[in-house]
């Protein structure tokens, strides 16, 4: 009887502490994620951070050595990819294709904020590489548009015909390789024929840029500096 009531205890004993040992992990976890910070970007905006191991961030204007040499994203608060939530169904059709060819994609641009088209127009007003903010502004500003290159499994960049934003005649998606670089147009159109497949369309005078199909039109340009939890460091004399 009396071994009977102490193996039962033990048992009782055994579940109570285990449904206390899961509660306080439960509310750890729970902890531990309220106290995580909050993506702003994505909160507000209707935009989706890129995270996939399959797509590589290395923005191109959070380095110096992009078109206006000097790094400025950090003034906007961007060290993140980030898509508008429409096109985000294309860019997990983009992945699948890259797990399929073993490759990933190298993202040199995603959403921009309409404040940094703004600050690039001032610096270099050129309407041939450059929306015009003033205008009809940029895809990247809505969120709509890559720059993009690949990259083997392992992470080394494929050559292509021109470096990105190098606005030469070597940067037209139609370009013809002389005959000891053709491997660098069959890279280029190896992109062109990944992208196409995911859903997107080129342009004729960058081989990196690629937007969503479709009319645009009706999507606002994106400005985050006005938002009360921006982390925009920019003066506003910047962009006059």
Same mark, same amino acid.
């Given at each position: ?113 309409? $404040?940094?088209?703004? !600050?690039?127009?001032?610096? =270099?007003?050129?309407?041939?590489? +450059?929306? %015009? ?72 005078? $960058?081989?990196?840029? !690629?937007?969503?199909?479709? =009319?645009?039109?009706?999507?606002? +340009?994106? %400005? ?17």
């Amino acid at each position: 009887m009396k071994k009977t009531f102490f193996i039962s205890f033990f048992c009782f004993f055994i579940m109570f502490l285990t449904i206390f040992c899961i509660k306080n992990k439960i509310s750890a976890q729970n902890e531990m994620q309220a106290t995580l910070p909050i993506d702003f970007i994505e909160k507000s905006f209707s935009l989706v951070k890129i995270t996939s191991p399959y797509f590589i961030n290395d923005l191109s204007y959070n380095r110096d050595n992009n078109f206006l040499h000097h790094a400025f994203y950090y003034k906007f608060g961007i060290n993140d990819c980030y898509v508008h939530k429409d096109i985000y169904p294309n860019m997990q059709k983009l992945e699948q294709i890259l797990k399929q060819k073993r490759l990933r994609a190298v993202m040199y641009d995603c959403f921009r904020p309409h $404040e940094a088209q703004m !600050y690039m127009w001032k610096l =270099d007003p050129n309407p041939l590489f +450059l929306s %015009n903010p003033f205008k009809s502004g940029s895809l990247h500003s809505k969120g709509l548009a890559l720059d993009i290159g690949l990259a083997d499994e392992n992470g080394k960049k494929l050559e292509f015909v021109s470096a990105v934003d190098s606005f030469v005649p070597e940067s037209a998606s139609n370009y013809q390789c002389k005959k000891d670089e053709e491997y660098k147009c069959k890279n280029r159109d190896l992109l062109k024929s990944i992208m196409t497949e995911a859903g997107f369309r080129g342009i004729k005078r $960058e081989w990196w840029h !690629y937007q969503k199909i479709g =009319d645009t039109k009706a999507y606002p +340009l994106i %400005n985050i500096c006005n938002h009360p939890n921006s982390k925009c460091l920019l003066d506003k004399t910047e962009l006059k």
